[in-house]
């Protein structure tokens, strides 16, 4: 007992952690709108690119059009070109349910700290951004 509480002190406070992305650019979020749109009935997957706290770009996973969802993209989650700006993953629910499933979760934990889950009809309100643990953020709209 006096170990563990020893141990517990050493720990430093918490300090809130900080968001490093904080928006997305208009037109992406229009673009992935519009492949998700375009994907129906299948799932679209990307990984969101992302400069200066603002996701700008989306890079299509390859495999990811056939409807078999998140397995097929656990064999694509990390292209070789991975570099520091790619801040997530963005897929679509032709369910029209954006709440994140339990495979989602898992792969949100994996890979990256910002990801967007968007469902059908695919407007600019049926989507949600989320952190690594599931939890809902707020990404401001870059005009
Ligand atoms: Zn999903």
Same mark, same amino acid.
């Given at each position: 007992?006096?170990?563990?509480?020893?141990?517990?002190?050493?720990?430093?406070?918490?300090?809130?952690?900080?968001?490093?992305?904080? #928006? /997305?650019? $208009? !037109?992406?979020?229009? *673009?992935?709108?519009?492949? &998700?749109?375009?994907?129906?009935?299948?799932?679209?997957?990307?990984?969101?690119?992302?400069?200066? #706290? /603002?996701? $700008? !770009?989306?890079?299509? *996973?390859?495999?990811?059009? &056939?409807?078999?969802?998140?397995?097929?993209?656990?064999?694509?989650?990390?292209?070789?070109?991975?570099?520091?700006?790619?801040?997530?993953?963005?897929?679509?629910?032709?369910?029209?349910?954006?709440?994140?499933?339990?495979?989602?979760?898992?792969?949100?934990?994996?890979?990256?700290?910002?990801?967007?889950?968007?469902?059908?009809?695919?407007?600019?309100?049926?989507?949600?951004?989320?952190?690594?643990?599931?939890?809902?953020?707020?990404?401001?709209?870059?005009?």
């Amino acid at each position: 007992m006096y170990l563990f509480k020893k141990d517990k002190k050493k720990i430093p406070p918490k300090t809130e952690e900080k968001r490093r992305i904080w #928006g /997305i650019k $208009e !037109e992406t979020l229009n *673009l992935i709108l519009e492949v &998700s749109k375009e994907s129906y009935p299948n799932e679209f997957a990307a990984t969101l690119i992302a400069k200066k #706290g /603002i996701i $700008e !770009e989306i890079n299509l *996973l390859p495999g990811t059009l &056939s409807g078999s969802g998140m397995a097929i993209l656990h064999t694509h989650m990390q292209p070789p070109d991975i570099t520091l700006s790619v801040v997530g993953i963005v897929h679509s629910h032709p369910s029209g349910n954006f709440s994140p499933s339990g495979a989602d979760l898992y792969f949100f934990s994996k890979f990256g700290n910002t990801h967007i889950i968007v469902g059908k009809p695919y407007n600019p309100r049926s989507w949600q951004a989320y952190d690594a643990r599931g939890g809902k953020i707020k990404l401001e709209i870059v005009k």
